[in-house]
């Protein structure tokens, strides 16, 4: 075998990254770029407010005049994802925080 048919350009994808028919996983050596992005519910439509946050709490800042049916999720690399645990259980403290500090305002 020569050199050229070990230099043979990839033209499948698909197939240079399987094995005996099991996808294998090309992982980057970047990290991740994730960024959030706030949406709601209006009149059984779905809505997003299509701004890039960097933090979970200013997507759900940017959402929250919008309505109570508000959410957050993720987007990974370009494409949306659900929030992680670890995600989703800042976003539920930001919720308390806020709605208590909220009813603390209204007794003043």
Not at 34 to 44: M, P
Request: charged content about 30%; hydrophobic content about 35%; glycine content about 4%.
């Amino acid at each position: 075998m020569g050199i050229r048919a070990m230099l043979r350009r990839i033209s499948n994808l698909k197939a240079a990254t399987s094995f005996n028919g099991m996808m294998l996983e090309v992982r980057s050596q970047f990290p991740a770029i994730v960024r959030y992005e706030g949406a709601w519910t209006d009149s059984w439509t779905h809505r997003r407010c299509l701004h890039q946050h960097r933090t979970l709490r200013e997507a759900a800042e940017c959402v929250i005049p919008e309505g109570p049916a508000w959410y957050v999720f993720a987007i990974e690399n370009g494409r949306p994802r659900e929030l992680t645990d670890a995600e989703e259980r800042s976003l539920e403290e930001f919720r308390r925080t806020r709605h208590l500090l909220k009813r603390s305002h209204r007794k003043s």
